[in-house]
Nanobody
Framework: VQLQASGGGLVQAGGSLRLSCAAS????????MGWFRQAPGKEREFAAT????????IYADSVKGRFTISRDNAKNTVYLQMNSLKPDDTAVYYC???????????????????WGQGTLVTVSS
């Protein structure tokens, strides 16, 4: 399984970006998908996740109302639409995938089996 994240870049505060994560593998529709981020000097943290069914999404409080996770199973791709970006959103963003896990584990990096290489998002003030 390979995950390829893209869409990062430099944006001014208040702007928007859409990240994409293309996955290989025939069982994408059975995977829970997540986005995590890691700012310089900080630990990797949870941003958003979507259940394999698409019926459940969870967001970190820091991004709730600004970020939207979605998936297109026909394209084996998960997206993260990021609006109203802030300098504090500056980080490397990673997509992650795992076969179905318990709800309680969806926001935990240790629950995810596969990781993409990351894409850098820089928000200037």
């Amino acid at each position: 399984v390979q995950l390829q994240a893209s869409g990062g870049g430099l944006v001014q505060a208040g702007g928007s970006l859409r990240l994409s994560c293309a996955a290989s593998g025939r069982t994408f529709r059975d995977w829970d998908m997540g986005w995590f981020r890691q700012a310089p000097g900080k630990e990797r943290e949870f941003a958003a996740t979507m259940r394999y069914s698409g019926g459940t999404t969870i967001y970190a409080d820091s991004v709730k109302g600004r970020f939207t996770i979605s998936r297109d199973n026909a394209k084996n791709t998960v997206y993260l639409q990021m609006n109203s970006l802030k300098p504090d959103d500056t980080a490397v963003y990673y997509c992650a995938a795992t076969p179905r896990v318990a709800y309680s584990g969806l926001a935990s990096p240790s629950s995810y089996k596969y990781w993409g290489q990351g894409t850098l998002v820089t928000v200037s003030s």
